[in-house]
């Protein structure tokens, strides 16, 4: 396994529009998590999902931002109508229920950014 | 949202010093956790604290998790151009494999070399 795979890397769009970014996690994860990161910002954490079931989205940005991960495998997040201060590092995020914090691993990211 | 007070904010050393950062947190945690990030990349995990008063060492990095669990430190030895980049501290409620986690702002570490 190669680790936490996101697509895309980097991502610009036009404020309005919305866009979908996606998000491998490490095949025997059952975890999987969603952090931004603007510039100069440690990651804040937005949503999580133990297999399908999202067991966290109060941190989610607001009503335009939506997370899925309909077969417990890959999940995406969704940002309808962007706006410039939604330009940031997604990061993603895959563990194992009980496992060791050292297998608790992060993605490259994908940077958007809204023009 | 809830972030850790973390400091410095940057620092320059020579190759082959010693580095020091540290972080604190009005709440208490369960576990520390310390990452190193590079520019494009994710966060990798450096170091994991599971005690209060726990210090563990990994190679050249020694952290301490903070008798009042509202606290840890982290020191590199023997710096070394690779070291260069972002070191974040987070805190966990939980194991640090489950949950979010909360990161501080961060520490960016440059070295002349």
């Known amino acids: 396994d190669t680790g936490v795979s996101q697509d895309p890397r980097h991502k610009i769009t036009k404020r309005g529009q919305n866009v979908t970014f996606r998000c491998d996690p490490i095949s025997e994860h059952n975890r999987l998590y969603w952090y931004r990161q603007t510039l100069g910002q440690g990651p804040e954490f937005l949503t999580y999902?133990?297999?399908?079931?999202?067991?966290?989205k109060s941190r989610l940005l607001s009503d335009r931002f939506s997370a899925e991960r309909p077969k417990g495998s890959f999940s995406t997040l969704e940002i309808q109508r962007t706006e410039q201060g939604d330009s940031a590092m997604y990061l993603c995020a895959s563990s194992v229920t009980g496992g060791s914090p050292y297998g608790y691993t992060f993605g490259s990211g994908t940077r958007l950014t809204v023009v | 949202g809830q972030q850790l007070n973390q400091s410095p904010q940057s620092m320059f050393i020579q190759e082959g010093e010693d580095v020091s950062m540290n972080c604190t947190s009005s709440s208490i945690f369960n576990t520390w956790l310390w990452y190193k990030q590079d520019p494009g990349e994710g966060p990798v995990l450096l170091i994991a604290l599971y005690k209060a008063g726990e210090l563990t060492s990994n190679g050249r990095l020694t952290a301490q998790f903070g008798i009042t669990r509202k606290d840890s430190f982290l020191n590199i030895s023997a710096s070394i151009p690779s070291d260069v980049g972002i070191y974040f501290c987070a805190g966990s409620l939980y194991g640090g494999s489950q949950g979010n986690l909360i990161f501080g702002k961060g520490t960016k570490l440059s070295v002349k070399p």
């Open positions: 999902f133990q297999n399908e079931a999202q067991l966290e």
